[in-house]
């Protein structure tokens, strides 16, 4: 049983580029959501997308962009990254159960440095 | 007021020792809660659910408190392999799941 994947597991981009992380979710799960994680703080929630639409956004500025595909994967995109983006980028996949109630599995990570 | 606040720690505990984390929310609408362990520069892995009537999985209890908005998780028997930073995740009902910085725990010999 394929857990989360994630890729790449590190870049290096520079002030004012772009970049594009994905995610395939756990067998069996439709539901994909990303975090950002900096260091010595707990994962900050950026969205979560469900039937490939963004059901859910946290406090991320519109630089921070999704998609999700058909077979539940899903991107993540930054533009003009800033300094401050550098973190660990976590996806994570649940089954959505309608309830609100979800086990969520992680991946494990993108481990981006923007110089 | 954080939303979800955990004491960073480290709590230093000797092994065979019982050791508890607590977390506390700030939004009494929430709905579902976790416990995640993060291994250093890896994924959190989830531990255990919280249930309202409490659960426990081999030597981890875990409680809810609804009435002072706060969970809890208990370790018995602490192994050098239970060194981690816990996590606890509270999610209301707008699906928006959200984490505490972690507590330190390291256990040694």
């Known amino acids: 049983d394929a857990g989360v994947t994630q890729s790449p597991t590190h870049l290096i981009k520079t002030r004012g580029q772009q970049v594009t992380l994905r995610c395939s979710p756990k067998?069996?799960?439709?539901?994909v959501s990303w975090y950002q994680q900096a260091l010595g703080q707990g994962p900050q929630f950026i969205f979560q997308?469900?039937?490939?639409?963004?059901?859910q956004r946290g406090n991320f500025p519109d630089r921070f962009s999704g998609h999700q595909f058909p077979n539940y994967s899903s991107e993540l995109n930054v533009n003009a990254l800033l300094l401050g983006d550098s973190a660990l980028y976590l996806c994570?996949?649940?089954?959505?159960?309608?309830?609100?109630?979800?086990?969520?599995?992680f991946g494990p990570g993108t481990r981006l440095t923007v110089t | 007021r954080k939303e979800v606040e955990q004491d960073p720690g480290p709590f230093n505990v000797p092994e065979g020792a019982t050791v508890a984390f607590n977390c506390t929310y700030s939004?009494?609408?929430?709905?579902?809660f976790f416990w995640y362990r993060q291994d250093c520069r890896k994924e959190p892995k989830l531990l255990m659910s919280?249930?309202?009537s409490g659960n426990e999985d081999g030597r981890f209890t875990a409680q809810l408190n609804r009435a002072s908005q706060y969970i809890s998780l208990l370790i018995r028997d602490s192994k050098l392999s239970d060194s981690a930073t816990y996590l606890c995740?509270?999610?209301?009902?707008?699906?928006?799941?959200?984490f505490g910085r972690g507590t330190s725990l390291i256990v040694h010999p």
């Open positions: 067998s069996g799960h439709d539901t």
């Open positions: 994570a996949s649940s089954l959505d159960a309608g309830t609100g109630l979800y086990e969520q599995y």
């Open positions: 997308y469900y039937e490939e639409e963004e059901r």
């Open positions: 995740v509270v999610s209301g009902g707008s699906y928006i799941p959200t």
């Open positions: 939004n009494s609408a929430s709905q579902s």
């Open positions: 919280v249930y309202s």
